[in-house]
């Protein structure tokens, strides 16, 4: 995916209407540089509406210093002033630089038109050279050198190692906030989803690359100090995914305050019932903080289940958050008593939704937003908006082959999860009322 300027477009062909496709180009320095035209991944309606941008832009003559020879297309070029910026997802570049087969995949209004370069430009060049089994990816100086590209991950759909990697590259942005300074617990599957995976929390901190960022801290469960990964950059996530990491496991709490969780979060476990159930026990749990005056998210878990998060701001403790979080747990189980469940056990709480809230503890990790699930299609950790938590919702709806385009649409839902966070005293307060 790469972000360029509309220059132009094209006369329509045969029976399409108001154009044909669109003229492209970035910036190299301070100059504008043609790239490409592209002339797929248009509807009948987008068309249109580009078209009326257009005529309010039109100008006799090319953006560009040099006039492009503008390859494959009849008729003179209609030119526009460069003011509008689209997403465009190609499969490579050409030797001349030019996009090869590009698909619009919409515009972006929040972008700049001097902020439009080719930020992979490092990235193509080591790629050119590369094999198709590995490439070194260079992400702000920092190179990655990715192996083992063409090795299946999923089989069912086919989905490789480079196609995660891909993903992973293209929503880096989005993910990186949820990232940023919390230890990983990485859950490696080198051969993919049916090959054996394991966990590993210490890094070996001799033989990882120097820009990757580790933190020393006390694990209860290993009884000693172990070096963290800490995943702040695009470079690092890469590097993980490279290592096999398809999903990516951030703890609750940052480093820098281990002990101060920044949200609350029920973990929706439906074992063997079915989804409708959990939506609405989803549902009940959002009707429970709309009564108590709390903000609460949901996000599909890209497994079976759902999550919901309660901002904190990193106010509070484990402990009180625990207990918060139980307290919650009981109210939706007292709703809910014929589908949920709030025992750990598996036997005793056969064929009802566990509504698990020992999440809650410091170490503890859930699959972040838009992480990748180690499981058939791809599936991808992908929050919501309240409207769409319905009976219509499954977990497979969202997989590494359209979230992006998703992102695209709604940006990222899950912000406010990292903002101000919820008043617990306020909240227990008003809990004794209902």
């Not at 193509?124 to 920092?142: C, D, W, Y």
């Amino acid at each position: 995916m790469q972000e360029a300027i509309i220059c132009g477009y094209t006369a329509p062909q045969n029976s399409r209407q108001y154009f044909g496709s669109i003229i492209l180009g970035m910036y190299s320095g301070k100059d504008l540089k043609y790239i490409g035209n592209c002339g797929t991944g248009f509807t009948e309606a987008s068309l249109k509406e580009l078209h009326t941008d257009f005529e309010k832009l039109k100008t006799s003559s090319p953006p560009f210093e040099t006039t492009p020879k503008l390859k494959g297309t009849k008729g003179n070029p209609h030119w526009i002033k460069p003011e509008l910026v689209c997403n465009i997802k190609f499969l490579e570049w050409t030797q001349d630089e030019h996009m090869r087969n590009p698909v619009f995949m919409g515009l972006r209004n929040d972008k700049e038109v001097k902020e439009v370069i080719n930020e992979s430009a490092d990235e193509m060049r080591n790629t050119n050279a590369a094999t198709e089994k590995e490439k070194v990816i260079t992400l702000s100086g920092k190179k990655v050198k990715c192996t083992n590209l063409n090795k299946i991950y999923f089989p069912g759909e086919g989905y490789t190692k480079g196609d995660l990697i891909s993903y992973y590259q293209s929503i880096s942005k989005f993910i990186l906030p949820y990232l940023k300074n919390r230890p990983q617990s990485l859950n490696r599957h080198p051969n993919g989803i049916t090959g054996q995976s394991f966990y590993q929390k210490d890094m070996e901190v001799k033989q990882i690359p120097t820009w990757v960022k580790t933190v020393k801290l006390f694990s209860k469960s290993n009884k000693a100090y172990i070096d963290y990964l800490i995943c702040n950059d695009a470079a690092t996530l890469i590097y993980m995914a490279n290592l096999g990491c398809i999903e990516i496991n951030p703890w609750h709490s940052t480093y820098l305050k281990p002990d101060e969780p920044t949200y609350m979060m029920l973990d929706l476990d439906p074992g063997e019932i079915s989804f409708i159930d959990v939506v609405n026990t989803a549902l009940v749990i959002k009707e429970i903080c709309d009564q108590i005056n709390i903000r609460c998210y949901c996000k599909t878990s890209g497994a079976t289940g759902l999550h919901i998060f309660i901002p904190l701001a990193a106010k509070y403790n484990y402990d009180d958050v625990k207990t918060f979080a139980e307290l919650l747990a009981t109210i939706v189980h007292s709703r809910l008593p014929n589908t949920t469940s709030i025992e750990r056990s598996t036997a005793k709480r056969k064929d009802k939704i566990y509504v698990d809230f020992l999440q809650n503890r410091k170490g503890q990790t859930i699959a972040a937003p838009y992480s990748v699930r180690p499981r058939a299609y791809a599936t991808v950790s992908t929050p919501l908006l309240w409207k769409e938590v319905t009976h219509q919702l499954t977990p497979e709806m969202f997989t590494i082959k359209n979230t992006e385009k998703r992102l695209l649409k709604t940006g990222d839902l899950w912000k406010p999860v990292l903002q101000k966070g919820v008043a617990l005293a306020q909240a227990l307060k008003s809990i004794e009322k209902i």
